[in-house]
């Protein structure tokens, strides 16, 4: 190590660094015309590219923790009403209540009643249709409750899932599930004062990016920090969302950050193939590969 110091200068060092942000190895090695063998041990006694312990630690959601508070009750089946005055709609109109409960023994029975019921469930759904229509005349949003009424599978998936997410919610959060995490504190600090210019959504992309990288101890190093740190977010967002529809977006800086990080895949160089496909798949899953940034983020990971 001390024969390489006296060979590379300090901003030599640092050009390194910076060109490997952006080039593979052998690039950076072509533009400074250093041994490719220099390029890699520079690079790798920086530190630079291994992953950060702490922005992981920051960006990390709080620890499950079972108590008799978060674990599932025994639920109490709700009541059958007569809501359409039609025996069969209403007999299915209970079943996907007993089913919106999320309880798995509930949804079981209400799928094994379901089957037992003679008309077919989407001529059932065309009743209730009609039913919403000729109940609300004047309001050409009614019948849109009635889509997927007869998809009783998917309905319980769904609910399965709701319920699970409020019992994690409840088990890491507790009572503060809708409190800024510190996450969410340090988007608001490191943003401070920072004006928006419409929606929530604009903020200057460059004052954004200038105001997070002047704290580059919480700026992850690699792509999979920022894998990391986008799943954060999501999660967070669905475990306040099945509680609250219109409490789960969290403060705007903390989606100025979620947008800043998803930039980064475009900026950070995958450190291997496993890494670049990790990357490629969140794109796919979240569905995010028709945004705008989507484009120079396949490009990063191809080379």
Not at 114 to 138: H, Q, V
Not at 254 to 263: C, K
Request: proline share 5%; charged share 25%.
């Amino acid at each position: 190590m001390h024969a390489l110091k006296q060979r590379v200068s300090e901003d030599l060092r640092n050009q390194v660094i910076d060109l490997r942000r952006r080039h593979s190895l052998r690039a950076v090695a072509t533009m400074t015309g250093l041994p490719l063998g220099t390029v890699k041990t520079l690079v790798s006694r920086s530190g630079a590219f291994r992953d950060n312990d702490q922005h992981r630690a920051l960006f990390t959601l709080p620890t499950i923790r079972v108590s008799a508070s978060t674990a599932p009750a025994v639920q109490v089946l709700p009541s059958q009403q007569r809501v359409t005055g039609d025996k069969e709609v209403d007999a299915l109109l209970w079943l996907r209540s007993v089913i919106a409960t999320g309880q798995p023994g509930p949804i079981a029975t209400a799928l094994e009643a379901a089957k037992k019921i003679k008309t077919p469930l989407k001529e059932l759904e065309g009743r209730y249709t009609a039913f919403l229509r000729l109940t609300n005349p004047d309001n050409p949003f009614a019948t849109f409750s009635s889509i997927g009424f007869a998809d009783l599978e998917a309905l319980a998936s769904k609910s399965v899932r709701d319920q699970a997410l409020r019992v994690e919610g409840a088990a890491r959060f507790g009572d503060s599930l809708f409190a800024n995490t510190d996450a969410e504190v340090f988007c608001i600090k490191a943003m401070d004062g920072l004006q928006r210019r419409g929606s929530m959504l604009d903020y200057d992309k460059d004052e954004v990016a200038t105001r997070f990288h002047a704290r580059p101890d919480l700026m992850p190093r690699t792509l999979t920090d920022c894998l990391c740190e986008l799943k954060y977010w999501s999660h967070l967002y669905w475990l306040r969302n099945v509680v609250d529809i219109y409490g789960s977006d969290g403060p705007p800086e903390s989606t100025a950050r979620d947008w800043f990080v998803f930039g980064l895949l475009a900026e950070i160089r995958p450190r291997d193939k496993t890494e670049a496909l990790a990357v490629f798949r969140y794109l796919v899953a979240s569905e995010r590969d028709g945004m705008a940034e989507s484009e120079s983020i396949l490009c990063n990971l191809i080379g």
